[in-house]
């Protein structure tokens, strides 16, 4: 699914909602370039959503909630897992 994006989508909203979890645009960036697990997430009015667990190189196990507009990757919202989060998804991508 990933492989097909071109780019990722970046503005102020989507930005400012990401900063307020702790989480950085690199961090999303990062994380979909490594070891994940998509799922799908609950579609909102027209728009589908998924759910990408993944690892940063630091290792924070961060959760993108995201959807593709335009073959854009465009995070909605992303956090760190919690521990029932971890506890499934960590021993999928290390």
Known sequence: MLDKIEGFD????NIGH?????V????????????YVVIPAKTVEWEKR???FGKTIFGRYLVVVFT???KLFR???AYEMNAAERNHYA???G
């Open 10 to 13: 970046w503005d102020d909203a």
């Open 18 to 22: 990401i900063v307020r979890h702790a």
């Open 24 to 35: 950085t645009p690199f961090e999303v960036e990062e994380v979909t370039g490594g070891k």
């Open 50 to 52: 998924w759910k990408l």
């Open 68 to 70: 593709i507009r335009r």
């Open 75 to 77: 995070t909605v919202t």
């Open 91 to 93: 021993p999928q991508i």
